[in-house]
């Protein structure tokens, strides 16, 4: 029938986890959320915005890290970055608009090139 509007109520439902409900907050309800996916997992440790590997404590992490209402799009911005730019297996580090502000897309292209 009707789709839950609140976090906890998403969660009791069948198969669904933090980051469908994540998800359907933030796009469906316009409520701001963090989604923590394989990317943005991985960006927020590429980033230094979460050390953890537990995607509840990388949610916690970038909740305290990114202004509220901007949580929503900073999650989409990240899968979105994750899978065009900052991908697992070969990172676009040279063309990163991120790369200034990226500890391991310096320490990648410095061990790549010892010129840097």
Known sequence: GEVPDSMEALVELPGVGRKTASVVLGTWFGQPAVTVDTHVKR????????????P????????????????????????????????????????????????????????KNTDL
Do not use: Q, V
């Open 43 to 54: 960006l927020a440790g590429r980033l230094d915005l979460s050390r953890e590997s537990d």
């Open 56 to 111: 509840d404590k990388i949610e916690r992490d970038l909740r305290a890290a990114l202004p509220r209402g901007e949580w929503t799009f900073a999650s989409h911005a990240l899968i979105w970055h994750g899978r065009r730019i900052c991908t697992a297996r070969k990172p676009d580090c040279p063309r990163c608009p991120l790369l200034e502000e990226c500890p391991w897309g310096h320490s990648s292209l410095a061990s």
